[in-house]
């Protein structure tokens, strides 16, 4: 009887077992299923993001395609320009609109004229190639380890406290507090490196991506403004007042050019702020992230080293005729200044951390100067010199209105520098039958002041493509705000140059 019970306790045992196991496997089973199904969700997720994704290049690369054929049938047929001016203006439209649409990644496009002008005879490959290894790139490297030291200690957070501290805790105030920072340090230093250092301040603020947005313009078009006050606040002062010199045209002392430019500075700077924080309201903002920042040992000692940086580009710079400067290479002092970033005991960067360099921006700079390079080969001045002739008995005011949305818009295609260094010796050449020598100075000086005011495309400005690329900025964000700042810089420089500058300009014999 025993053994009776303990078999069919053992069989309750295994009965119940099996019970278990396929209440388990029961429960198991949409458990399964479930998971299952979310995989293949994810899966078809995947896939449809891919097929927007490729069908948005294909989009874009279609646009830009045609956008390209276009712009060259309109140069050959309609302005009636030679095969190889009208191929070079299809592949500059062509680029322009890849940069824009974000078809493909901006260092891609940047390395594309490398392939497209020596496949069509625009340049070969040696002269295209050499041009991404522009001496004024390293001066933008330079900066770039600059600015990733200041990133990587804080620093950018105490420079933000302290401007932010002097003005209303909102937007209309961080906007503003941006914009006279880029100012002041674009007084001395570039308005690319001045881009890149407050460039994690705008970024540090907020989470709010519409506000952040207003805060990176404000660095960015801040950057491009501060250019314009002194002859060394962007490349294309010195390229114009060395062409001046070159001429043997009246030149502009260091201490005139700040006095004639400071007003319309100022000017443009309280019109950006205006702009900026149109439709966002005086929000309030939560700065309390900075009331923990406080200046620290490394702060100071990065702090020395771009003051040290600061008093050796001023003092390099000449102040004719009063002083010529140390004539050393302003690239060269960058890039060590950079290069001292890496220095045991006195540098703050590791190697890893030269990932953070946004090389596209450095194919960008090389793809303008490529641009430029094949503009100075194409021989467009008997084109221009026809052109300008047109304006001949044309009010001068009418005139320098017309030089300035020239400039503007042409800064939409090339570089600043590149513009500059182009036009300057065509606009001397071509104005010289009808316009005096006064004349052709303050508008080779409107030329050159305005190319820094084009605030709508990336690619125009260093601070604009630095922003763009490293801000997540929309183009049409930068379109819709830089179109409004570039009308009133145009109507600006118009009045100013029709008035004020002329009281300041004077001609030397030749």
């Not at 004639?260 to 443009?268: E, N």
């Not at 951390?353 to 960008?364: G, H, M, N, Q, R």
């Amino acid at each position: 009887m025993q053994e009776n019970n303990a078999e069919s306790d053992i069989k309750k045992q295994d009965s119940t077992q099996q019970e278990h196991a396929t209440t388990l496997q029961d429960c198991a089973t949409p458990n399964l299923q479930q998971n299952t199904d979310i995989a293949n969700i994810e899966t078809k997720k995947e896939q449809t993001t891919k097929q927007d994704r490729i069908t948005k290049i294909l989009l874009g690369m279609g646009l830009a395609i045609l956008l390209g054929g276009i712009t060259f049938c309109f140069a050959y047929f309609y302005l009636h320009a030679s095969l190889k001016v009208a191929t070079l203006i299809g592949i500059i439209g062509l680029l322009v609109t890849l940069w824009t649409n974000k078809a493909l990644p901006m260092g891609v496009v940047s390395l594309l004229p490398i392939i497209l002008f020596p496949s069509f005879g625009i340049l070969d490959t040696k002269s295209a190639t050499a041009n991404y290894a522009n001496p004024i790139i390293y001066l933008f490297l330079g900066g770039f380890m600059i600015a990733t030291a200041t990133e990587k200690i804080g620093l950018h957070k105490v420079i933000a406290k302290f401007f932010l501290a002097r003005f209303p805790k909102n937007t209309k105030g961080a906007i503003a507090a941006l914009g006279v920072a880029s100012v002041m340090l674009g007084t001395a230093l570039s308005n690319s490196t001045v881009a890149l250092l407050l460039l994690p301040v705008a970024m540090s603020i907020t989470d709010n991506k519409i506000l952040r947005t207003r805060f990176l313009l404000a660095v960015a078009f801040g950057a491009s403004i501060s250019g314009i006050t002194t002859p060394i606040g962007s490349p294309p002062n010195l390229i114009y007042l060395g062409f001046l010199e070159s001429q043997g045209l009246g030149g502009i002392s260091f201490t005139t050019w700040i006095f004639m430019m400071a007003p319309l500075t100022c000017l443009m700077l309280f019109m950006m702020i205006q702009i900026l924080s149109y439709g966002v309201g005086n929000q309030p903002l939560n700065l309390s992230l900075f009331d923990s920042v406080h200046i620290n040992a490394t702060h100071k000692r990065l702090l020395v080293l771009i003051v040290a940086l600061l008093f050796i580009l001023l003092i390099n710079s000449p102040i004719r005729p009063l002083y010529d400067g140390l004539g050393l290479n302003e690239n060269v002092i960058l890039l060590a200044f950079g290069l001292m970033m890496f220095m045991p005991k006195l540098g703050f960067l590791d190697w890893d951390d030269t990932k953070s360099i946004p090389y596209e921006i450095i194919f960008l700079f090389g793809a303008g100067f490529c641009i430029a390079t094949a503009f100075s080969q194409a021989e467009l001045g008997g084109a221009f010199t026809a052109f300008f002739a047109h304006f001949n008995g044309v009010p001068f005011v009418f005139f320098l209105f017309l030089a300035c949305c020239f400039a503007i818009i042409a800064t939409g295609f090339l570089s600043t520098t590149a513009l500059i260094a182009i036009l300057l010796p065509i606009i001397e050449v071509a104005t010289q039958p009808f316009l005096s020598d006064m004349a052709r100075i303050l508008l080779m000086l409107v030329v050159t002041i305005c190319a820094s005011f084009s605030f709508m495309i990336p690619i125009s400005t260093p601070p604009n493509a630095i922003v763009f690329a490293q801000g997540g900025i929309k183009a049409w964000d930068m379109i819709r705000f830089g179109f409004l700042l570039s009308l009133v810089g145009i109507v600006c420089v118009t009045l100013f140059s029709s008035w004020y500058w002329w009281s300041f300009l004077e001609i030397n014999p030749t």
